[in-house]
């Protein structure tokens, strides 16, 4: 609730500066260490979108990041191909999370500013099937509904995305462009994938529909679980 209005909080985690990103716009969940160049570094909204997504700039240098990859965008970063490393993230119930993490710390909402947090400023957004701002790339088959929730990976270049209900909370092998993968969702609403040739965590983006489709135009898609 506090992330629909705010979309990104800086905070350490041990000896890690860390930024937590949300974009509601695209339901995309998305930490990353924030480094900049080698240099511990904050993050702030730009007021920028692309494809929908959230356009963020780091206060050391101005550079542009595309929320969603963590890539550099615009600025001295982009010139040197510069991409943030993305921390696992997990979207859930705080019931589900703090039966299993008890002593989790919370994001307080005594943040200074004046805004309804039982409120969520969208309207009927998550609902619906139209979008606010366009996308460069749409599903022309209409395989999900835009705002249903995936799970998006990148294999060896090759894209697939996951629908939350397709996962069920136990552990499952897929095997997609050659490659044996190994896919986790717990009861506290965890979603991890392993490359189990290699033993390498790939860190998976959570999002709309329509989000992870406006990047990855040629994604393939397990819809229900009847698609394993």
Same mark, same amino acid.
């Given at each position: ?18 930024? $937590?990103?949300?974009?509601? +716009? ?60 993305? +921390?696992?993230? @997990? @979207?859930? @119930? /705080?019931?589900? /999370? ?33 979008? %606010? ?26 894209? %697939? ?21 190994? %896919? ?6 965890? $979603? ?5 040739? @290699? ?5 998976? +983006?959570?999002?709309? /529909? ?11 898609? %397990?819809?229900?679980?009847?698609? /394993?």
């Amino acid at each position: 609730r506090i992330m629909n209005w705010h979309e990104i909080v800086n905070d350490p985690f041990g000896e890690d500066n860390v930024a $937590v990103t949300f974009c509601p +716009l695209c339901g995309t969940a998305v930490s990353f260490k924030a480094v900049v160049n080698g240099e511990p570094a904050e993050f702030g909204v730009s007021g920028k979108l692309y494809n929908s997504d959230l356009i963020m700039y780091d206060r050391i240098e101005g550079n542009y990041w595309q929320q969603a990859s963590g890539e550099a965008i615009v600025g001295p970063a982009a010139r040197r191909d510069e991409y943030l490393d993305m +921390l696992s993230t @997990t @979207t859930t @119930t /705080w019931k589900q /999370w703090a039966s299993e993490y008890p002593d989790t710390l919370v994001l307080s909402r005594d943040t200074g500013y004046a805004r309804d947090y039982d409120h969520y400023p969208y309207g009927s957004y998550e609902e619906e099937e139209s979008l %606010i701002f366009g996308v460069q790339n749409t599903d022309d088959e209409n395989r999900l509904h835009p705002k249903d929730v995936v799970y998006g990976i990148l294999v060896n270049g090759k894209a %697939i995305a996951y629908a939350d209900e397709a996962l069920p909370v136990e552990q499952r092998a897929h095997t997609y462009n050659e490659t044996q993968l190994t %896919i986790t969702k717990t009861e506290a609403g965890e $979603v991890m994938f392993l490359n189990a040739s @290699t033993d390498e965590k790939i860190v998976p +983006l959570r999002g709309f /529909w329509f989000a992870w489709v406006a990047f990855n135009p040629d994604t393939a898609l %397990i819809s229900n679980a009847g698609d /394993w």
